[in-house]
T-cell receptor
Framework: QKEVEQNSGPLSVPEGAIASLNCTYSDRVSQSFFWYRQYSGKSPELIMSIYSNGDKEDGRFTAQLNKASQYVSLLIRDSQPSDSATYLC??????????FGSGTRLLVRP | EAEVAQSPRYKITEKSQAVAFWCDPISGHATLYWYRQILGQGPELLVQFQDESVVDDSQLPKDRFSAERLKGVDSTLKIQPAELGDSAMYLCASSPGLSFWTGDFSGANVLTFGAGSRLTVL
């Protein structure tokens, strides 16, 4: 199993819907998790971080961490076409190196 | 807003040639990272510097890749000779300091990425 795994997608949702992006992780990474958004041809930008079990909300974004099931998710409420991008899940391994998943492509249909 | 500067943005070269990428991190950031991102994959860490010292280069193909950060500020990543499989986006990132690396997360210690350097090897 890879340290951080994501479904490559694409995940297609209509404008205004909730987009749910998921990430599973192995025992080889830490309990700190990060969600990066990457537009096509651009570099990643941090949108959310979470390191405690439960939910963390920031505007339209909610990150959820479930340590017992080893998954972390990102919910985007009221999805907009401008949210169409690849979302990268990341965590740190035992040497504190930031490990990225392969990303999930999100398409928000107008 | 402070940015991580990278150049060149695009580079096309033939295999067996040498290429070099340059990165200037956000002023005052002690930690600098070079990542490689192949199309359709997530970024993979090649090398991490703390000031001028390498703290992780376990994934750097040392037979052809080299990286330096001589004065602990800007950095250069070199590939010689380039191979077809090196075609990728090379991303530089920086973060303020050691606390992120040691796992002590704070809101200020996050990675900021540059715009990247896209390499095509023919």
């Amino acid at each position: 199993q890879k340290e951080v795994e994501q479904n490559s997608g694409p995940l297609s949702v209509p404008e205004g819907a909730i987009a749910s992006l998921n990430c599973t992780y192995s025992d080889r990474v830490s309990q700190s998790f990060f969600w990066y958004r990457q537009y096509s041809g651009k570099s990643p930008e941090l949108i959310m971080s979470i390191y405690s079990n439960g939910d963390k909300e920031d505007g339209r974004f909610t990150a959820q961490l479930n340590k017992a099931s080893q998954y972390v998710s990102l919910l985007i409420r009221d999805s907009q076409p401008s949210d169409s991008a690849t979302y990268l899940c990341a965590s740190k391994d035992s040497s504190y190196k930031l490990i990225f998943g392969s990303g999930t492509r999100l398409l928000v249909r107008p | 807003e402070a940015e991580v500067a990278q150049s060149p943005r695009y580079k096309i070269t033939e295999k067996s040639q040498a290429v070099a990428f340059w990165c200037d991190p956000i002023s005052g950031h002690a930690t600098l990272y070079w990542y490689r991102q192949i199309l359709g994959q997530g970024p993979e860490l090649l090398v991490q510097f703390q000031d001028e010292s390498v703290v992780d280069d376990s994934q750097l193909p040392k037979d052809r890749f080299s990286a330096e950060r001589l004065k602990g500020v800007d950095s250069t990543l070199k590939i010689q000779p380039a191979e077809l499989g090196d075609s990728a986006m090379y991303l530089c990132a920086s973060s303020p300091g050691l606390s992120f690396w040691t796992g002590d997360f704070s809101g200020a210690n996050v990675l900021t990425f540059g715009a990247g350097s896209r390499l095509t090897v023919l």
